[in-house]
């Protein structure tokens, strides 16, 4: 079965950090670009980040951008995002994603809050 499985979530202080991992099965990653997305309540899915195949291109949202680091690592099936000095307004579901064949994980919270 094909699965995307996101884990790290949790909840931290504004100016926290936190690793969020996305674990694929059923598929091999590596010829693939990958995604994070996140949905904070009461607004719209929006890109985070993305990265290329081989891990040399990579794009961040301009509200994340300088503190969010996507990355990863084809041996494990997986995509990382480290997330640095976290903000409230960083507070959603973070899901992960294969575009080209639309897969989705089933997302993890992160909640921002002193």
């Known amino acids: 079965q094909v699965q995307l499985v996101e884990s790290g979530g949790g909840v931290v202080q504004p100016g926290g950090s936190l690793r969020l991992s996305c674990v694929a099965s059923?598929?091999?990653?590596?010829?693939?670009?990958m995604r994070w997305y996140r949905q904070g309540p009461g607004k719209e899915r929006e890109l985070v980040a993305r990265?290329?195949?081989?891990?040399?291109?990579?794009y961040y949202a301009e509200s994340v951008d300088g503190r969010f680091t996507i990355s990863r690592d084809d041996v494990k099936n997986a995509v990382y995002l480290q997330m640095n000095s976290l903000k409230p307004e960083d507070t959603a579901v973070y899901y992960c994603?294969?575009?080209?064949?639309?897969?989705w994980g089933q997302g993890t919270q992160v909640i921002v809050s002193s």
């Open positions: 990265i290329g195949s081989t891990g040399d291109r990579t």
């Open positions: 059923g598929f091999t990653i590596s010829t693939y670009a």
């Open positions: 994603r294969e575009p080209t064949r639309d897969y």
